[in-house]
């Protein structure tokens, strides 16, 4: 008798506890918030926001970033403010590499999300024509593209509803 595939589990309300414990008042041992080596003179600010289908903030995401320099690939792992909801990253700024325009890759968890969600943030001051990700998004491409702030740069992400932003499949 074949056997069935198990449902996924959601990332319940206990996430920032086993993946950053710190947010819950808790002293991990060689884990922070902003991994990935010290902050160069020359980072960038990047303002996440998460956004329900409701329109709601998601105040208890946790929100991993990846992008690749020159010589490294960096990352980084932060919890949205449990008031706010933005998850501030100070980091470097990714380079263009193999025809792609410069890009941070973004994975979301949270509860109510069976699987972590992926996708794309680019930035509106660099030459994002030709990027043939960015192309396959089309019309809805603006979804993938921070906004330059007096602090460096935001970037808000619907999950759903009619501005969700684009995710990828993999």
Not at 138 to 162: C, D, F, M, S, W
Request: aromatic share 6%; hydrophobic share 40%; net charge negative.
């Amino acid at each position: 008798m074949p056997l069935k595939e198990s449902p996924s589990q959601t990332a319940g309300p206990y996430v920032h506890i086993g993946c950053l414990p710190q947010t819950a008042g808790l002293e991990p041992r060689g884990m922070g918030a902003q991994l990935g080596g010290e902050v160069p003179e020359d980072a960038v600010t990047l303002d996440l926001t998460v956004y329900d289908g409701a329109g709601d903030v998601v105040r208890d995401a946790l929100i991993e970033i990846w992008q690749s320099t020159d010589a490294h690939q960096h990352w980084a792992r932060q919890a949205t403010d449990l008031e706010t909801g933005v998850a501030r990253f100070e980091t470097v700024k990714p380079v263009a590499q193999a025809g792609q325009a410069p890009h941070l890759l973004v994975w979301i968890v949270a509860r109510g999300i069976n699987l972590g969600l992926t996708t794309r943030v680019y930035f509106p001051d660099e030459n994002n024509e030709g990027d043939p990700v960015l192309g396959l998004a089309g019309k809805r491409a603006e979804t993938l593209v921070a906004e330059r702030t007096n602090a460096g740069y935001a970037h808000v992400i619907h999950l759903q509803g009619p501005m969700e932003t684009v995710f990828f499949d993999v």
